[in-house]
């Protein structure tokens, strides 16, 4: 099976500005998440989707946004961009329940917002 | 939210010693997780262990939980320079949240 891919790999955006990251999970899998890393703050959370349902989310303001399509592929968006956004951004899918199961991480979108 | 506080932050050994990594947390956890991060695989899944279960293996890792004394160990046996990697625990908390701790820097010098 194909691994999870996320597009694009890296992504240089200007303060203010808006940007939508994608993610295509394992063939399969029907739940997503997504995580910001960064140096300060590590891995942290953003939210989880099932069957097109936002299940849980994190602690991130609401210029976080995801969403879930039909074919289980999912779009992360972040509107207007500040310097601290600037992080590794991770989506892994898993099977079943979720969350509650091993997770398979996407080799990330790097974003750096200038 | 809790996070897992792991211990040590960086660790350094010589290829064919054993490395122990502890994870502690704070309340309840569904399971929690082991995983490993190096530039050139990414973030993978190690271990997932259950609130329920003490003990799992997979090749030379073992993890332990103690829900008492509310951590877990990952111990890698006989190690190499390929495991040179950050490790992560991640607690799965109820209500469905997935909670990272800050990792431990693994170096294995050959």
């Known amino acids: 099976k194909a691994g999870v891919t996320q597009t694009p790999r890296y992504l240089i955006k200007t303060r203010g500005q808006q940007v939508t990251l994608s993610c295509s999970p394992i063939?399969?899998?029907?739940?997503v998440s997504w995580y910001q890393q960064t140096p300060g703050q590590g891995l942290q959370f953003l939210f989880e989707?099932?069957?097109?349902?936002?299940?849980n989310k994190g602690n991130f303001p609401g210029r976080f946004s995801g969403r879930q399509f039909s074919n289980s592929r999912s779009e992360m968006n972040v509107s207007t961009l500040e310097l601290g956004d600037s992080a590794l951004y991770l989506c892994?899918?898993?099977?079943?329940?979720?969350?509650?199961?091993?997770?398979?991480f996407g080799p990330g979108t790097r974003l750096t917002v200038t | 939210s809790q996070q897992g506080e792991e211990d040590p932050q960086a660790l350094s050994i010589q290829e064919g010693e054993n490395a122990t990594m502890n994870c502690s947390y704070k309340?309840?956890?569904?399971?929690l997780q082991w995983y490993r991060q190096n530039s050139g695989r990414g973030l993978v899944h190690l271990i997932l262990?259950?609130?329920?279960?003490r003990e799992k293996h997979s090749g030379r890792l073992r993890v332990t939980l103690d829900t008492s004394k509310k951590s877990s160990s990952l111990l890698i046996t006989a190690s190499r320079a390929a495991d040179t990697a950050s490790y992560f625990c991640?607690?799965?908390?109820?209500?469905?949240?997935?909670?990272f701790g800050a990792g431990t820097i693994l170096r294995v010098k050959s």
């Open positions: 892994a899918s898993s099977s079943g329940g979720g969350l509650t199961y091993e997770q398979y």
């Open positions: 063939s399969g899998h029907r739940s």
């Open positions: 989707y099932f069957s097109e349902t936002q299940r």
């Open positions: 309340t309840s956890i569904n399971n």
């Open positions: 262990i259950r609130s329920n279960e």
């Open positions: 991640a607690i799965m908390e109820y209500g469905n949240k997935l909670v």
